[in-house]
């Protein structure tokens, strides 16, 4: 996979990938959303990630997985901007050159990236943190200035329908179960209008219930976003994924249906075991 770094070009002619992001449209006119070519970052002389490559399709939930210390974190690192590819390329659709943004930028792209543990306002309502989430000028004459309109109050009610956090919009966000908390953070991530969205063990502490829950939400989600997943609880990802990713020492091992890597001998043996 080759793509072009300093010839790829927005709408309007000039570079992208310099910061400039905010009149770029994400060029997904090739049915991709996210390229991850040849990747390879290392700590103090540790290859976290070795010349992985990966590639999301638009509207696709993909699950990734593997042992810790795979390099699924660094992978999420990367996209997001945090972390700095010693090597490789990561383009966002065709046009958006990943490693030459800053973390504000790339959310302002659209990617948005949820954390293992939910972080909320907790003194504030739902309503509220939904709110606060939504993608708007957060300068402070304009947030002084700033009056919700109707199309911003449908979408804070459309979201907690999505979210099915209605029945407590007015409630403190500290007063939720760990799973609506997790709810109500993806919700944020909604209000932000992402793309792509990256979900770390969106799952991990919660009930039953609540995992069957979040299946049924993320279904809702994909096709109108693309969802990356990396989790750990294997029944959840049963539940949701077309298509999964392996990592093994920082590098793709195996992909396919959950059929495909559960009887792939080398997945077994690092991973699932027997």
Not at 235 to 247: G, H, K, P, R, S
Request: aromatic share 4%.
């Amino acid at each position: 996979m080759n793509m072009p770094v300093d010839e790829a070009l927005n709408p309007s002619g000039s570079p992208t990938g310099l910061g400039h992001v905010a009149g770029d449209a994400v060029d997904i006119s090739h049915g991709t959303i996210l390229y991850l070519d040849d990747i390879s970052v290392s700590f103090d002389g540790f290859k976290a990630l070795n010349r992985l490559t990966l590639s999301v399709d638009v509207g696709e939930l993909r699950c990734v997985i593997g042992p810790n210390g795979a390099g699924k974190t660094t992978m999420m690192d990367v996209i997001t901007g945090s972390t700095r590819p010693d090597d490789g390329t990561a383009f966002f659709g065709q046009n958006i050159d990943l490693t030459r943004l800053t973390e504000p930028e790339i959310a302002h792209a659209g990617i948005g990236r949820k954390f293992q543990k939910p972080t909320v306002f907790e003194n504030h309502t739902v309503f509220e943190n939904l709110e606060l989430a939504m993608k708007a000028d957060k300068r402070v004459f304009a947030s002084l200035r700033a009056q919700r309109t109707a199309a911003q109050l449908d979408r804070i009610v459309s979201t907690l329908e999505t979210i099915d956090l209605l029945a407590q919009a007015d409630l403190p966000a500290g007063l939720l179960s760990h799973g609506q908390k997790q709810w109500l953070e993806i919700g944020m991530l909604l209000m932000q209008e992402p793309q792509l969205l990256l979900l770390d063990e969106p799952v991990a502490g919660m009930t039953d219930e609540e995992t069957a829950k979040t299946a049924q939400l993320l279904h809702s989600l994909a096709g109108q976003r693309s969802i990356v997943v990396v989790e750990h609880d294997m029944e959840f990802i049963n539940e949701i994924a077309a298509t999964v990713t392996v990592l093994h020492e920082g590098s793709v091992l195996a992909e396919g249906s959950m059929d495909v890597v559960q009887s792939d001998e080398r997945v077994i043996e690092v991973y699932l075991g027997r």
